[in-house]
């Protein structure tokens, strides 16, 4: 009979380390102190990369929190505070978008010039239509980021 009590308590002893151990999923969305890839040739960028010190986000410019394709957020790179468009993410997306398996980001400057002349990776086609959308709002012109990329998914 103590040799049942014994084991019992061993099982509830182990249940209840397993409930005190707390895991969660990898996060695949675009939050605050994500890091981020540089997909475009800028100096700063290619530097921060070869370095292994990606750039994190530390700001995302929309009401939700959450970055999606085609958003602006606000990174912190080699010391120094630079903006950028999000043009890939590993989150699940709607139809019709494509998923990649790196957070991709270019940066640009603050009238929405890239800072690099060629960007490294394809970006999605529907990218067109969001940045247009996001241009009318806030003023800024993303036709430059568009025609620097030369590959569409």
């Known amino acids: ?10 099982t509830a002893n182990v249940m209840s ?13 675009i939050i605050k102190l994500t890091r981020l890839r540089v997909v475009d040739n800028s100096e700063i960028g ?26 602006k957020v606000l990174v912190a790179i080699r010391g120094e505070k630079k903006k950028g ?18 957070n991709n980001v270019v940066l640009i400057d603050d009238n929405g010039t890239p800072l690099g002349t060629r960007i490294h990776v394809p970006i999605p086609h529907i990218l067109r239509t969001l940045l247009k959308e996001k241009n009318i709002v806030k003023g800024a012109d993303f036709t430059k980021l568009l025609a620097l990329a030369t590959r569409f998914v």
């Not at 009979?1 to 061993?10: F, G, V």
């Not at 380390?17 to 969305?29: D, E, N, V």
């Not at 468009?85 to 790196?102: A, C, E, H, R, Y």
């Open 1 to 10: 009979m103590t040799l049942q009590l014994s084991t019992c308590i061993t």
């Open 46 to 71: 290619k530097r921060a990369m070869a370095e292994g010190k990606p750039p994190k986000c530390i700001h995302i410019y929309n009401k939700k929190g959450i970055g999606t394709i085609g958003d």
């Open 17 to 29: 380390l397993r409930r005190a151990i707390h895991t969660s999923p990898a996060c695949s969305h």
């Open 85 to 102: 468009i999000i043009v890939g993410v590993k989150q699940t997306q709607p139809s019709l978008i494509p998923k990649f398996d790196n």
